[in-house]
């Protein structure tokens, strides 16, 4: 198992420098439309210098912005001493600093990691996980977190979701661009203006497709990472079982926080199954399965 897991880390790392290049020739894709279309070659270097500046807030404020927008407030040690403790063990186990714990008052069993890294990371989970899940289910669903804070996923999903949201504001403000352009007839030829049309509407939609990829390898890795800290495979497969059977929308649905959770907190359409940043929860147990043997 520590082999695979090892593989599995090594590809994550992989995959976050592949996604941040990708992000990067978007946004620079972006940058040079809004240079041609204003007729303004500055423009590029402004869209840089906003850019570096919303990351770096991102960087340092995403994780109080998910915790406020998700209702979360901050767990009383008397008051859920379980979870504490098996908090408190796994974090010995897993070699990590205790993170900040919070609860969400939602009866929808869900939970969630944020923060720049482990030395400032955050647990919040909703008082649904504390009522359905037994000491082994919530150890597997805890692990769960504190793997992605210990596998550095928390900083990967903070800079991956900042930027699609990056990218769709500046697409946005691209297509209003378009049509309130006031460059020359002469300069706005069909295939020119089409091209730039193309690409504003793509934009989004590439980048909503890399994050999807991103967050859905992150949970099955975070699932075994589980297993590893936990040392129970069985535990990690009944909690997401659970999760299925219980699974019903948050009160506060958040897309930006979407992808955070172990289970997706939004209300479920035709297309969630294509468009979701969770992997199926039977495909997950069948990794799990996949381990024991």
Not at 80 to 100: C, D, G, N, Q, W
Not at 130 to 157: A, C, F, Q, T, W
Request: glycine fraction near 4%; charged fraction near 20%.
């Amino acid at each position: 198992m520590a082999i695979a897991l090892g593989k599995q880390i090594t590809q994550n790392k992989i995959n976050t420098i592949l996604i941040m290049l990708v992000f990067v020739a978007i946004i620079s894709l972006l940058g040079w439309l809004f240079s041609w279309l204003l007729n303004n070659p500055s423009i590029l270097i402004w869209c840089f210098i906003i850019s570096a500046a919303y990351a770096l807030f991102q960087y340092f404020f995403s994780d109080k912005l998910a915790l406020v927008s998700s209702g979360a407030k901050e767990a009383d040690p008397d008051d859920h001493s379980r979870y504490f403790r098996i908090v408190t063990e796994l974090t010995e186990e897993a070699k990590i600093p205790m993170p900040r714990l919070y609860v969400i008052n939602d009866a929808a069993p869900n939970a969630f990691a944020t923060g720049r890294d482990p030395a400032h990371s955050a647990v919040a989970v909703t008082s649904g996980l504390l009522e359905v899940m037994d000491d082994k289910e919530l150890r597997g669903v805890l692990g769960h977190e504190l793997s992605h804070v210990r596998n550095y996923d928390i900083r990967v999903s903070m800079i991956t979701f900042g930027l699609v949201a990056l990218v769709g504001l500046l697409s946005d403000f691209g297509l209003r661009v378009l049509w309130y352009s006031d460059r020359d007839e002469e300069d706005n030829s069909p295939i020119g203006m089409l091209f730039v049309l193309v690409v504003l509407v793509l934009s989004p939609l590439v980048a909503t497709i890399v994050q999807l990829a991103i967050s859905r390898q992150r949970e099955y890795l975070a699932d075994i990472s589980s297993v590893s800290i936990t040392g129970d495979a069985d535990g990690m497969i009944s909690a997401l079982r659970k999760l299925d059977a219980h699974n019903r929308p948050m009160h506060q649905q958040n897309v930006a926080t979407e992808a955070m959770y172990i289970s997706n907190p939004l209300k479920k359409s035709v297309l969630s199954r294509f468009f979701s940043t969770h992997p199926p929860i039977e495909a997950r147990i069948e990794r799990l399965e996949s381990v024991k043997r």
